[in-house]
DNA sequence: GTCCATCGGTCGACATTGTCGAACGCTTAC
DNA sequence: GTAAGCGTTCGACAATGTCGACCGATGGAC
C-alpha cells in the first residue's frame, strides 16, 4: 500500500472543488469534475455531510463547505506556535508603523496568512487571516521565496502571473530581485500585486536557523513610501519584529 | 451502500482527535485512541499529509493539523451568505453599542462564531471566530436553543455544565428560561458562563421565517447593566441590528 | 556505552470495502 | 403534458483499504 488512500483523495478534491467555486456546486457537476461516477461521488459527499465538512442547501440539494471546516481551522491557528510567539511583537509593529500587520507561512504554491492585525485606525478592514497570496509579486511571498528552498522552487516551477504593470515575471529578473532580497535581508513589493499598495516583510527563522514564515507591514503606497523610497524606519521596525519573533522562537541564541 | 465511508469517517475522527488533544500526537497514540492498527492508521494520515490536512513534525515525528484546514474554513466563511448579509449590520452594533458583537450559528451541540466585531476601543483582543460556545449559558446559545428545534434538541440531550454558581443547568429551570426568551424576543447571559462577562443576543430569520443564527453583544456586566438590570437601549440595539439582518436574508417582507 | 522499549514506517495476503452503472422518484422548465 | 435534469438508492463485482508482523532508528535508563 505504497499509494495513498484513494477515497480520501477523492475527499479532498472534492472538498477543494467546493472552495474553488464560488458558489454551491450539485451532485453531477461535482462527479463530472472529478471523473466520477454519480453514485460514487454522492458516498463520498454523504459521508462528508454526516462529518459536518459539507452542508447541503435543503431547498436546491446543492453542496457547499461546512461550519467543521472552520472550527477545525480556528484549532490549526490554536496549535500554530509561530503565530503564538508573533502575537505581541505583530501588535506592537502595527501599533509603532501605523499599518496593517501580516504573518504568512509557505503553503502549497503561495503564502497563507496567519495572522492579521488590523491598522490601528477606525477605518472599516476585513479580516485576511486564512487567504492566500502569491508567492512572486508580494514582499511575503518574495521573502519566503528568497529564503526557503521549498518556496524557491514552487515559484520558480508555478506560473507567475502580472497583476499589475510593475510584476515582474521573467525568471531571470525575478532571481535577481530574491538576490537582492537575501542581501538586504527583507522585500518590498510596490504596487507589484495590488495598485497604490505597498509591503515590506522580513523572515523569521526557527532555532534551527530554518525559515518558518514571514512578516510585514502592508498600505497605501503614498504612507509606506518617502520621495519615492520605502521609509527607512519601517524597514527597521519590520526586520526588528521579524528578529524578535526569531529570537522568541529560539533562533537568537549568539 | 447504505453505510459511509469508512476511511473517510476514520481521518475525519483523527482530525477531531487532533483537534482535540492540546499538542501533537504520535502514531501509536493516534492509532490506539481509535483502535486502528498501526499500519492502517499510517495510511490515512500519510494521504491528509500528503492533501495538507495534517503536518507532521520533523523531528519528533508527531502529527498535528495542517494549513489546508486554516485555507478551506476561511473559505466557508467567505461563502457564508448570513455573515456576508450581517457584516455592515454587526459593525454598526459595535459602534452604537460600544461592546463587542458576536454573530453564531448552530453547529453539534454548541454556537459556531462565524462574525467577530471587536469592542471599539484599543484593548488588546483575541478574534474568537470559529470557537464554540455552549448553548445552555450563553445568550447567543439561548437564543438557538430558544427558537431552533434541532438546537434545542441538542441542549435537552446533551450536558448541562455548570461554568458558575448562576448557570441554569436544571432541565425544567432551562426550559422555563427558553419561554421566556421566546416571550421577550432576546435572551441574556449575566455571569452564567463568564464571571463578570454579561451578554444579550436575538435571533435571525432567513425569509421563510426559519431560525439561522443569533447575534448579539458581549461584554463587561458593569457596562452591560445598570441598577442591576441590562440597559434597555442595548437590547434595543441588538433587536434592530438582528431584525436588520433578518430584514437583509429577505425575511421582513411584511 | 549498552541495552531495551518504543517510536514511525513498510510490506504482502486477505476479504472487506468502496466503486460503478442502471434505475428510481421527484422537481423544474418548456 | 411531456421531457430533461436533479439527487438518491441499489446490488454485483473486484479493486481497494485493512490488518498484523516486521524493519531500522531513536532515545532513556542504568
Not at 462528508?48 to 461550519?67: I, K, M, P
Not at 514564515?213 to 498600505?219: E, H, K, R, S
Not at 509606506?224 to 529570537?247: F, N
Amino acid at each position: 500500500m505504497a499509494r495513498n488512500i484513494q477515497s480520501l483523495e477523492r475527499a479532498a478534491a472534492m472538498l477543494r472543488l467546493l472552495a474553488g467555486g464560488e458558489r454551491r456546486l450539485g451532485l453531477s457537476d461535482i462527479a463530472s469534475s472529478l471523473g466520477l461516477a454519480k453514485g460514487t461521488a454522492h458516498g463520498i459527499l454523504r459521508t462528508l455531510q454526516h462529518e459536518g465538512f459539507v452542508e447541503q442547501d435543503d431547498t436546491s440539494g446543492r453542496y457547499q463547505l461546512g461550519a467543521e471546516l472552520l472550527r477545525l481551522g480556528t484549532t490549526y491557528l490554536d496549535v500554530h506556535e509561530l503565530r503564538a510567539r508573533a502575537l505581541v511583537w505583530t501588535d506592537d509593529l502595527a501599533r509603532s508603523s501605523g499599518e496593517s500587520v501580516h504573518l504568512g507561512v509557505l503553503h502549497q504554491q503561495g503564502v497563507l496568512i496567519v495572522h492579521h492585525v488590523f491598522r490601528p485606525d477606525d477605518s472599516r478592514q476585513v479580516l485576511e487571516i486564512g487567504a492566500m497570496q502569491p508567492l512572486h509579486s508580494t514582499a511575503l511571498g518574495k521573502v519566503l521565496a528568497a529564503y526557503d528552498p521549498v518556496a524557491h522552487s514552487e515559484v520558480l516551477e508555478g506560473e507567475r502571473k502580472a497583476f499589475t504593470e510593475r510584476t515582474v515575471c521573467a525568471a531571470t529578473d525575478f532571481e535577481g530581485v530574491l538576490d537582492i532580497t537575501r542581501a538586504r535581508g527583507y522585500a518590498a513589493d510596490v504596487e507589484e500585486t495590488w495598485e497604490g499598495v505597498a509591503s515590506i516583510a522580513a523572515p523569521i527563522h526557527d532555532r534551527r536557523r530554518m525559515p518558518v514564515g514571514a512578516v510585514g507591514v502592508t498600505g497605501a503606497v503614498e504612507r509606506l513610501c518617502r520621495d519615492g523610497e520605502l521609509r527607512p524606519e519601517l524597514i527597521a521596525a519590520v526586520r526588528d519584529c521579524a528578529r524578535a519573533v526569531s529570537r522568541d522562537l529560539g533562533a537568537g541564541r549568539f
